[in-house]
T-cell receptor
Framework: AQTVTQSQPEMSVQEAETVTLSCTYD???????LFWYKQPPSRQMILVIR??????QNATENRFSVNFQKAAKSFSLKISDSQLGDAAMYFC????????FGAGTRLTVKP | GAVVSQHPSRVICKSGTSVKIECRSL??????MFWYRQFPKKSLMLMATSNEGSKATYEQGVEKDKFLINHASLTLSTLTVTSAHPEDSSFYIC??????????????FGPGTRLTVL
């Protein structure tokens, strides 16, 4: 079974600052994929960033980057230069054949 | 590309009636679609995996006779909530996996359906 743990129910960041959201996971699979999704008030799931487990290099997408520590089964998300539009629920997920989500972190961005 | 639609976006029904929710992949083919349920301020919980041309696979604790899933084509899966009761009220989200896009094992999500059972 695959499980995902997000230990921060809520996080807050000042506009233009940097924030890191934590995620740990557990799996017995050697081949899997990790994702961060954003869910704004519209509730549409939006892919933020993804990482293949076999790649050592951390994925980056503009202001979003991850710190993937495979041995520690950790997959944190760093948001740089935070913007008001970044405010949302963020879900970490692991996918082998099906996708399992963490409980989510609600991010607030203060102007 | 990779757009998934859901219909309806909102539905209100009386207790005891059945409600059908459609999930369509608009610009790609999906042999596998997934149905999730999300309670307010909670995470997405996988209900079932829908495979084109075969029976759905349900997660433990999900009543297959209550939540009927049909995946009749490569672009359409339906979830029917039978004899709905107020406790079935929730936000239902579907996702689809592109048959050709095995990279990343990515799923594309629909916008969700809010079901309210009175």
């Amino acid at each position: 079974a695959q499980t995902v743990t997000q230990s921060q129910p809520e996080m807050s960041v000042q506009e233009a600052e940097t924030v890191t959201l934590s995620c740990t996971y557990d799996t017995s699979e050697s081949d899997y994929y990790l994702f961060w999704y954003k869910q704004p008030p519209s509730r549409q799931m939006i892919l933020v960033i993804r990482q293949e487990a076999y790649k050592q290099q951390n994925a980056t997408e503009n202001r979003f980057s991850v710190n993937f520590q495979k041995a520690a089964k950790s997959f944190s998300l760093k948001i740089s230069d935070s913007q008001l539009g970044d405010a949302a629920m963020y879900f970490c997920a692991i996918n082998n054949n099906d996708m399992r989500f963490g409980a989510g972190t609600r991010l607030t961005v203060k102007p | 590309g990779a757009v998934v639609s859901q219909h309806p976006s909102r539905v209100i029904c009386k207790s005891g009636t059945s409600v059908k929710i459609e999930c369509r992949s608009l610009d790609f083919q999906a042999t596998t679609m997934f149905w999730y349920r999300q309670f307010p301020k909670k995470s997405l919980m996988l209900m079932a995996t829908s495979n084109e041309g075969s029976k759905a696979t349900y997660e433990q604790g999900v009543e297959k006779d209550k939540f009927l899933i049909n995946h009749a084509s490569l672009t359409l899966s339906t979830l029917t909530v039978t004899s709905a009761h107020p406790e079935d009220s929730s936000f239902y989200i579907c996702s689809a996996r592109d048959v050709s896009g095995v990279s990343y094992n990515e799923q594309f999500f629909g916008p969700g359906t809010r079901l309210t059972v009175l």
